[in-house]
């Protein structure tokens, strides 16, 4: 990759980041950006958010 493409890249990777609200590395983030997991997080916390996040909604709601 020539070094102009290569500035390309890392620019374009930074401004989507700007843009999702990216502040720090690593972050996780879920549900169009209203979920961030920030710094070192382990393999089960991901895990469950994605579960929550991917499980029918209609199983999950009690309404007694």
């Given at each position: 990759m020539?070094?102009?493409l290569e500035v390309e890249?890392?620019?374009?990777?930074l401004c989507r980041a700007a843009d999702a609200?990216?502040?720090v590395s690593p972050t996780c983030s879920f549900n169009a950006g209203r979920q961030c997991l920030s710094g070192n997080v382990g393999y089960r916390i991901i895990a469950a958010n994605i579960r929550e996040l991917t499980?029918?909604?209609?199983?999950?709601?009690?309404w007694c």
């Open positions: 020539s070094q102009k890249y890392w620019s374009d990777i609200g990216i502040k499980e029918p909604a209609a199983l999950l709601q009690a």
